[in-house]
């Protein structure tokens, strides 16, 4: 997900020259309902089921969770390639750096602080009283909140350091994804490492993309659409509980190494399949709605998912999780189209405020998002 708004620096290869590119941001708005509808399912269904981490065995949220990340990171990584090369001199590679460090830190910080004064005021949670230590407890805080956020960063930054310094060398990028297997997962490494593989292929692939899937000049053959999706499908039979990052991890010391080689190449697998898949598919939909449906409420909310994907979390945790519901996908869905249109709205008018845009993910200029 780069969340990102920068309407003069791109062009369309939908439409016109100087026009902002329809397709990542259709594909980043079906993302993010997505996400809206996977936080719905895991903190909306009941206190007990969210406790008991449940939702780690509902199909439903299994499904989202097998692509849907990905798909954000691999826009990311995308649109992360059009700032690189615009940032051609060595102020400019300082600038966009700094630019990307302040705009994807400043909201994690910005709720952090925000929870621990409400942890503060209403003392809910324990917070400790020596400065040194109560520096540490909000810096630890920090590192697991918004953990996609983290995420986004440390790809770009990985991918800042080797295109900058390195030439993009693909001796460095091997050992590194070798070294990956052996680091530790903690403090949400085990996510981050999971997601650099499709950042970085989206990166890489820039042009490539351009000329094959994110321009709709083109309209991709219905049987490669369907055998995408087939793939996919297939795929997606063989995934269970053990093939989410979150519990299965992503290191390979200390375990059955085969087993845990075979669930992160599989996980990895079925992460690229659905990005092909669904990328196929909404360039094979604009393709045939041109002239007549505009998506503009896709691309809307792709403009403002990083809002989207932050404030759902926090409705859903501070107002939904404690409510005495029973699991139902219908109930979840009544969540997601309320809390949906919601935290759009509120990161729509929250970007044009000075400071409540940065909780959004918006910068202060314009209230352009992040790319």
Known sequence: MQFTDNRSEETDLCKKPHQRKKLPDVLRGFAVILVVLGHCIQEGSGEAFSSRSLYFYDKLYQFIYSFHMPLFIAISGYLCRESMDRATTRSGQIALLKKRAGRLLAPIFLWTGADTIRSLVTASEPLPTHPGEFLLTFFHNAFLNLWFLWAVFWCFLIVYVMHSFFQDSILIYSAGFIVMFFLPDGLGLGAYKYMLPFFVAAFYSHDWLDRHLYSVL?????????????????LFVFFDENSMIYLSGYKITGKNILLQLQID??????GFAGIAFFTLLWQYLLKKAEGKVEFRLLTDLGQNSMGIYILSGYVLLLFVRRLPFTPSHLLNLAEAMIILPLTWLITKAAGKVPILCLFVGKSRKKGAAFQ
Do not use: H, N, Q
Request: hydrophobic residues 50%.
């Open 218 to 234: 083109t309209e991709p053959r219905l049987w490669k659409v369907l055998s995408a999706g087939a793939f996919f499908g297939i």
């Open 265 to 270: 190449f599989y996980r990895t697998l079925i």
